[in-house]
């Protein structure tokens, strides 16, 4: 079998802007043949899915799926390229869908969302079908299966820009309810202090350093100052530290403390985040069409 090198991956990539998994696979069916490869892929994917395969898709929707009487539930991210196309119907049927075969299969990742089976095809060739049908790029970013301990409760917001799976323990289901409401509008990044990633408290931490230093006090009072600063950071970004949402006097945690309840966990998606999204300049773009029609014309025109 011949050798699929990394160079000929993105030889490939860069010939048919498809994605490079898939460059890999067809090299690989192809045995190396890069004219055989590239015919693979515009048969498999099409022209239009083709070409949009490396462009942005920081739109979309959150679809969220519960089952078994909230014993089980599952999320996914599907993205796109404009919020015109996240409200298309057959977008958000196929948001849906996978969020149903999440729960029922339980994909270790969106590798193995898109190999199972959907009508008949598998989800990855469904996707490819539906970006052939609309002309935008359509990705599916992410996706997770929860196993309650007590009861999943869930919330949607925006537009389906926002998603929340919470799992209460006791408490009822108005008590799910808030609090996956409350998660969506604070977005806390943990349960506590103790979850919330390392990186992000050293990042709040040299922050809190400058901002004390500058105020030119004493070593002493400079450490008191950042560990002020971090501690109120933390209630700030963790679920039971945040005052509650309908009644601020109130933190998350003494809410669930007068319900004799607690949160095992929760998962939020918020459609996009940390993706950089693609700021356009239609002048600059039409212009540069303008100039390159400009250069053919020259081309074209016959020497005098």
Known sequence: M??????????LREKTDA???????????????????????RVK???????????ITAEGVVAV????????????????ETDFVARNPDFLALADALAQLVVAHDPADVVGLARLSLDGSTVEEARQALVGRIGENITIRRSIRLAAKGRLSSYVHGGARIGVIV?????DEALGKDLAMHIAASKPVA??????????????RDIAVAKAAASGKPANIVEKMV???IQKF?????????????????TVEQLLKSKGASVASFVLYVVGEGIEKKKDDFAAEVMAQVGQAVRSETRAAPAS
């Open 2 to 11: 011949a050798e699929i090198t990394a160079s000929m991956v993105r030889e």
């Open 234 to 250: 933390l209630k700030e970004v963790t679920l039971l530290g945040q005052p509650f949402v309908k009644n601020d006097k109130q």
């Open 167 to 171: 799992d209460c323990v006791a408490g």
């Open 191 to 204: 349960l506590v202090a103790a979850n919330v990633a390392p990186g992000l408290i050293r990042k709040e």
């Open 45 to 55: 994917l099409g022209n239009k899915a083709s070409k949009a395969a490396s462009r």
């Open 19 to 41: 994605p490079m998994m898939e460059c890999k696979r067809a090299l690989t069916e192809a045995a190396g043949d890069m004219a055989k490869a590239e015919e693979i892929l």
């Open 227 to 229: 560990e002020g600063a």
């Open 65 to 80: 799926w519960i089952a078994d009487g909230g014993k089980s539930g599952g999320m996914v991210e599907l993205n796109c």
